[in-house]
């Protein structure tokens, strides 16, 4: 069956870093773009990063421009997200989802077609 993995979450000073991983099972991988989310508690879930199915283009909402990287390994079904320069405002849980959309449809939560448990990351001031 279908399988979204997240792992890297944790907690860590304002300023730190983080790598979030997901390995993906089930599917083509290589046919889906892949999308980071993350919901704040209390708060809606929003799109954070995205890359397209070949991983030539990656999307950020402009918050994290600069200090995340998406990156996606095809042979391996993984996709990552490198978090540097972490703020109190960047806790949340972080989800990672495929969608066979193109990136028009990052944004939206329902164009999602598989979706991880989520990973939590706190950050602290």
């Known amino acids: 069956q279908v399988q979204l993995v997240e792992s890297g979450g944790g907690s860590v000073q304002a300023g730190g870093s983080l790598r979030l991983s997901c390995v993906a099972s089930?599917?083509?991988?290589?046919?889906?773009?892949m999308v980071w989310f993350r919901q704040a508690p209390g708060k809606e879930r929003d799109f954070v990063a995205g890359?397209?199915?070949?991983?030539?283009?990656?999307y950020y909402i402009d918050s994290v421009k600069g200090r995340f990287t998406i990156t996606r390994d095809n042979a391996r079904n993984i996709v990552s997200l490198q978090m540097n320069s972490l703020k109190p405002e960047d806790t949340a849980v972080y989800y990672c989802?495929?969608?066979?959309?193109?990136?028009?449809?990052?944004?939206?939560?329902?164009?999602?077609?598989?979706w991880g448990k989520g990973t939590l990351v706190t950050v602290s001031s």
């Open positions: 089930g599917f083509t991988f290589s046919h889906y773009a």
């Open positions: 890359i397209n199915s070949s991983g030539g283009s990656t």
């Open positions: 989802a495929a969608t066979f959309r193109a990136s028009w449809a990052f944004e939206t939560p329902g164009d999602m077609s598989y």
